[in-house]
């Protein structure tokens, strides 16, 4: 159980379109997701928590405008790179976790990423 | 706000070797989660042990385990009898309560390599 997938695994956009992640939790209901991204060789950083239908809460530096964070269902929430540039090339991880209830570690199941190429 | 370091870029050891990786933490709560994350060439996130705070034994899981010292605020983690699968990055995490929600706050990551 508690399996989180990433759609695209991989995408290459061209500079200035936009692309759109998206990640499930395939069987349980995520009541909060989170989006991290990781440079090459370096750790995870979290650049925005959603919560189901309610706005995205974005860590201090990430530009909300860029990166649109939708969580409409409690399977589903997406990542939108709005006028992607090279720079934003990444590894994307979303990671999802299920009522307090019925989450009592408080573990986060995380997604298999998606590699973001901007060319 | 926390901060999670952890002080090995690589570490590298025989096949059935013991390896303990280092992670120390800071923060003023008393009530958090302390993670242990693999990362294999995959790059798939692997939970690979947790330990509540307010637990004083020391979390084990098979050939893995933890030494917690909550005072000094060190969580190391020992991979006995290590494997040739055990090769990936490791990430030490902390979290608390913040905002109704739990984010994590992830060490820079101790690339361990199994030799054969």
């Known amino acids: 159980g508690a399996v989180v997938s990433q759609h695209p695994s991989w995408v290459i956009c061209k500079s200035g379109t936009s692309v759109k992640i998206e990640c499930r939790s395939l069987d349980f209901q995520a009541t909060t997701m989170f989006w991290y991204r990781q440079f090459p060789k370096q750790s995870l950083m979290l650049m925005a928590t959603?919560?189901?239908?309610?706005?995205?809460?974005?860590e201090q530096g990430v530009e909300k405008d860029k990166f649109l964070i939708n969580h409409a269902s409690l399977t589903l929430s997406t990542l939108t790179v709005t006028s992607a540039h090279p720079e934003d090339s990444s590894f994307y991880i979303c990671s999802a976790r299920g009522a307090r209830a019925r989450d009592p570690y408080y573990e986060q199941y995380f997604g298999p990423g998606t590699r973001l190429t901007v060319t | 706000a926390q901060t999670v370091t952890q002080s090995q870029p690589e570490m590298s050891v025989q096949e059935a070797e013991t390896v303990t990786l280092s992670c120390t933490y800071d923060?003023?709560?008393?009530?958090?989660?302390l993670f242990w994350y693999k990362q294999p060439p995959s790059r798939q996130m692997i939970l690979v042990i947790r330990?509540?705070?307010?637990?004083?034994q020391n979390a084990t899981e098979n050939r893995f385990s933890v030494n917690f010292q909550k005072a000094a605020k060190s969580f190391s983690l020992k991979i006995s009898d290590s494997q040739l699968g055990d090769t990936a990055m490791y990430f030490c995490?902390?979290?608390?309560?913040?905002?109704?929600?739990?984010?994590?706050?992830f060490g820079q990551g101790t690339r361990l390599t199994i030799n054969p």
């Open positions: 923060t003023s709560e008393n009530n958090y989660y």
């Open positions: 330990q509540e705070a307010y637990k004083q």
């Open positions: 995490a902390f979290m608390k309560e913040a905002q109704g929600a739990q984010k994590l706050v």
């Open positions: 959603s919560n189901e239908g309610s706005k995205a809460t974005y």
